[in-house]
T-cell receptor, first 117, second 115 residues
Framework: SAVISQKPSRDICQRGTSLTIQCQVDSQVTMMFWYRQQPGQSLTLIATANQGSEATYESGFVIDKFPISRPNLTFSTLTVSNMSPEDSSIYLC??????????????FGEGSWLTVV | AQSVAQPEDQVNVAEGNPLTVKCTYSVSGNPYLFWYVQYPNRGLQFLLKYITGDNLVKGSYGFEAEFNKSQTSFHLKKPSALVSDSALYFCAVRDRTGGGNKLTFGTGTQLKVEL
């Protein structure tokens, strides 16, 4: 499986600021996703990061709050904008092996643990 | 719509005993089913998946899961638990038709294995 590296691994952020999380994969992948895991909660898909075009956001998530870039097949960024304490979460980058919806496995990075104070 | 239910927030088992972590799912079509494990302060690690074929799927670290279509279940099992298996376990589902690549996760089950 692909090796997924996220930076930062942890950060404490001030209310009202923005933070960009980077995700680097050691091989080219077609599918990249960003998930959020709020404290004590399950994972929720934020968006699918599309290479060379705008990300596809899930219901409840908007581009102004969570802008995503995907300049190539190995790299993506997620920005959490104008943060509030409710944004304190683990943000996970994930990638899908193969192409299309063929039962491919989604692999996850170690996550970026953000605390907003 | 697709959904997953993990009815137990926590499962306690003695080391050496068999363990079961329950998962039921709902999809409009046929499912792809997955189990992931999250150790403290870590990301998610893939354990196993069911795509098609044999209903008993074997995965990492001695875990296995049985797909039961009539009961819409995909319970995770291990014949002999280890203390090191203590972690948070997530079941996830993706609909084969119309679900795209979206994984829907259950709420997680905390497994505690004690000596």
């Amino acid at each position: 499986s692909a090796v997924i590296s996220q930076k930062p691994s942890r950060d404490i952020c001030q209310r009202g600021t923005s933070l960009t999380i980077q995700c680097q994969v050691d091989s080219q992948v077609t599918m990249m996703f960003w998930y959020r895991q709020q404290p004590g909660q399950s994972l929720t898909l934020i968006a699918t990061a599309n290479q060379g075009s705008e990300a596809t956001y899930e219901s409840g998530f908007v581009i102004d709050k969570f802008p995503i870039s995907r300049p190539n097949l190995t790299f993506s960024t997620l920005t959490v904008s104008n943060m509030s304490p409710e944004d304190s979460s683990i943000y996970l980058c994930s990638v899908g092996e193969g192409q299309g919806n063929s039962g491919n496995t989604i692999y996850f990075g170690e996550g970026s643990w953000l605390t907003v104070v | 719509a697709q959904s997953v239910a993990q009815p137990e927030d926590q499962v306690n088992v003695a080391e050496g005993n068999p363990l079961t972590v329950k998962c039921t799912y709902s999809v409009s079509g046929n499912p792809y089913l997955f189990w992931y494990v999250q150790y403290p302060n870590r990301g998610l690690q893939f354990l196993l998946k069911y795509i098609t074929g044999d209903n008993l799927v074997k995965g990492s670290y001695g875990f296995e899961a049985e797909f039961n279509k009539s009961q819409t279940s995909f319970h995770l099992k291990k014949p002999s638990a280890l203390v090191s298996d203590s972690a948070l376990y997530f079941c996830a589902v993706r609909d084969r038709t119309g679900g795209g690549n979206k994984l829907t996760f259950g709420t997680g089950t905390q497994l505690k294995v004690e000596l």
